[in-house]
């Protein structure tokens, strides 16, 4: 996907129910998940050990909510941060491979979109 490469850094994928972009800043990454179990998808911001970059963009909720047109799910815990959104989709229907993948990769692009207008 021409749009994907123009933000993204193509990687193999590994035998996993994860999968994680460089965004070009170590401080955080996108990070994106498939549950056939839960039967839903995840895409969103893994950020390590930074809890003041989290908070600014929770002090920009209306930044993501704009462009995710939802708040997401905002967790915090002892060392590392998350902010999230879910799409219910049952991954083990491989006719829904296709609408997967590109909510990945819509939402992958509008995280690191959305992230670089927050972290200048």
């Known amino acids: ?12 994928a590994q035998a996993q129910h994860w ?4 965004v070009g800043n170590s401080s955080y990454h996108i990070c994106m998940t498939a549950s056939v179990q839960k039967k839903r998808l ?6 390590p050990d ?8 929770e002090e ?4 993501f909510f704009k462009a995710f047109n939802e ?18 989709i049952d ?3 491989e006719s829904l491979w296709q609408s997967a993948y590109d909510w990945f990769l819509e939402n992958a ?3 690191k979109q959305t992230a670089k207008k927050i972290d200048k």
Request: net charge positive.
């Open 71 to 88: 708040e997401g799910e905002w967790k915090e815990a002892a060392k590392a941060t998350r902010i999230m959104i879910y799409k219910s």
């Open 19 to 22: 999968y994680d972009l460089s």
């Open 91 to 93: 991954i083990s229907d």
């Open 1 to 12: 996907n021409s749009e994907y490469t123009k933000h993204f850094t193509i990687r193999k």
């Open 60 to 63: 920009n909720k209306d930044v």
């Open 42 to 47: 995840s895409c969103g911001i893994y950020i």
């Open 50 to 57: 930074d809890k003041e970059l989290f908070h600014l963009f």
């Open 109 to 111: 692009v509008k995280f």
